[in-house]
């Protein structure tokens, strides 16, 4: 199933459409590889997907076992590497602070967040260092 439609502005920019809501993204190259940097870069994009399938993985866990999930923020830092350039590092600082849960319910939240898919696709190709607190 087609998800997607993406489409060349020129500039080194891009404008990405999700085919079921219309939603819009744009991109930009960054300022190291030729852009101006004034959007997300698709390696940014992939970075902060981690982030976004992270907790929305653990968002299904709790509503799967009735677990309140009220809170969660996250930054995202981005390591590149070059010859080939390449995503090489991304660090993953999740806030969840702001849950009422003990802590044998967190390690299960968290193991929850970590099996997300773009993880397990990043795995083995990109390091991936995440810190949850």
Known sequence: MKTASV?????LRTECTHLGSGTKIITDAPLD???KAEAFSPTDLVATSLASCVMTIMGIYCQTHQIPFVAAEATIEKHMASDPRRISKIVLDLDLSGNDWDERTKQKVIAAGKACPVA???EGNVS???NIH
């Not at 489409?7 to 500039?11: D, H, P, Q, S, V």
């Open 120 to 122: 397990r696709t990043l």
């Open 128 to 130: 991936l260092e995440l």
């Open 7 to 11: 489409r060349y502005l020129g500039e």
């Open 33 to 35: 590889n030729h852009g």
